[in-house]
């Protein structure tokens, strides 16, 4: 299924004394970019991620937010250095009965100074931080890629459509090339004719001319041409596979017949088709930037 390159996915979990919310956003990109961003204790997190993400998102400037809260009280550790508060305290002390000073130092005073205090966490478990977060990671990635699918289809569905009317378009010039032709056999025709008076018209150089005249305007290859690389878009855009860049190269052979058209083209009607057409593939080639 066609998918944008644009989405956002977010969800949550409690588990394992763990509060999850995973996140993940992406905006268009040539290729698959990654970052994410994990506390620091769970660094160790971030390959992980993104060996996840990749395996079902192939293009893409994609960002993940991770934040884990701890439930569990004894997941952290608050030791006191003994030595250390002592010889604050007897400083401070010190420092009363030198200064004459009146006051009580309490442990909160004590506990103020650098280094009385350390708070340690408990080691984590990677394997079983890792066991419950990519389930969360799972479910942000399943709602960004329904928004990459609801958003894929209104691409694809626009793209089709003026693939409709580059068809049609080229119906027209198709038709409008054989009246051309015809149109200058009869002015060729009319000019001999005044330039002769009496005389009878050579009828095989007037074919001759027509002929040359015909072969230069003609067009019948770059119209086939240009329905057959329509035809394969329209198969792309039915495939399951990512096919933004093979789109992009196709939506450029695309353009280069219209252009090709319009230089043997010197008809005003085809002209301004042909016009319409580059505007029509200019569009489609802006939207195919979206696709994945």
Same mark, same amino acid.
């Given at each position: 299924?066609?998918?944008?390159?644009?989405?956002?996915?977010?969800?949550?979990?409690?588990?394992?004394?763990?509060?999850?919310?995973?996140?993940? %956003? !992406? /905006?268009?990109?040539?290729?698959?970019?990654?970052?994410?961003? &994990?506390?620091?204790?769970?660094?160790? @997190? +971030? =390959? #992980?991620?993104?060996?996840?993400?990749?395996?079902?998102?192939?293009?893409?400037?994609?960002?993940?937010?991770?934040?884990?809260?701890?439930?569990?009280?004894?997941?952290?550790?608050?030791?006191?250095?003994?030595?250390?508060?002592?010889?604050?305290?007897?400083?401070?002390?010190?420092?009363?009965?030198?200064?004459?000073?009146?006051?009580?130092?309490?442990?909160?005073?004590?506990a103020k100074f650098p280094d009385v205090l350390n708070v340690q966490k408990e080691d984590v478990d990677?394997?079983?931080?890792?066991?419950v977060v990519l389930p969360v990671m799972s479910d942000a990635l399943d709602a960004f890629i329904q928004?990459?699918?609801?958003?894929?289809?209104?691409?694809?569905?626009?793209?089709?459509?003026?693939?409709?009317?580059?068809? %049609? !378009? /080229?119906?027209?010039?198709?038709?409008?090339?054989?009246?051309? &032709?015809?149109?200058?056999?009869?002015? @060729? +025709? =009319? #000019?001999?004719?005044?330039?002769?008076?009496?005389?009878?018209?050579?009828?095989?150089?007037?074919?001759?001319?027509?002929?040359?005249?015909?072969?230069?305007?003609?067009?019948?290859?770059?119209?086939?041409?240009?329905?057959?690389?329509?035809?394969?878009?329209?198969?792309?855009?039915?495939?399951?596979?990512?096919?933004?860049?093979?789109?992009?190269?196709?939506?450029?052979?695309?353009?280069?017949?219209?252009?090709?058209?319009?230089?043997?083209?010197?008809?005003?009607?085809?002209?301004?088709?042909?016009?319409?057409?580059?505007?029509?593939?200019?569009?489609?080639?802006?939207?195919?930037?979206?696709?994945?």
């Open positions: 299924m066609i998918r944008s390159m644009t989405g956002y996915g977010r969800a949550n979990s409690t588990a394992e004394n763990m509060e999850i919310t995973a996140e993940i %956003k !992406a /905006v268009n990109h040539r290729y698959f970019e990654f970052s994410a961003r &994990v506390p620091r204790q769970f660094s160790f @997190l +971030e =390959e #992980k991620l993104k060996a996840f993400v990749n395996q079902k998102v192939s293009r893409g400037k994609v960002e993940v937010y991770i934040t884990i809260n701890l439930l569990d009280a004894q997941a952290t550790s608050v030791s006191v250095n003994l030595p250390l508060a002592t010889a604050y305290a007897d400083a401070l002390q010190q420092i009363e009965r030198s200064c004459s000073l009146t006051g009580n130092v309490s442990a909160a005073d004590i990677e394997d079983a931080v890792t066991n928004m990459r699918e609801n958003e894929g289809q209104r691409l694809k569905a626009d793209v089709l459509a003026r693939c409709e009317t580059i068809v %049609k !378009a /080229v119906d027209v010039i198709e038709q409008q090339s054989e009246q051309t &032709v015809g149109t200058y056999r009869e002015r @060729l +025709e =009319e #000019k001999m004719r005044e330039l002769l008076g009496d005389t009878q018209v050579d009828e095989q150089r007037l074919l001759t001319e027509t002929a040359i005249f015909a072969d230069k305007i003609a067009v019948d290859e770059e119209t086939v041409r240009l329905r057959s690389h329509i035809d394969q878009l329209r198969q792309m855009l039915d495939g399951g596979e990512p096919v933004g860049r093979k789109l992009d190269f196709l939506v450029q052979e695309m353009n280069r017949e219209i252009n090709t058209i319009g230089s043997k083209c010197s008809n005003i009607e085809i002209t301004k088709i042909v016009v319409d057409v580059k505007s029509e593939i200019e569009k489609i080639r802006e939207q195919i930037q979206n696709i994945e």
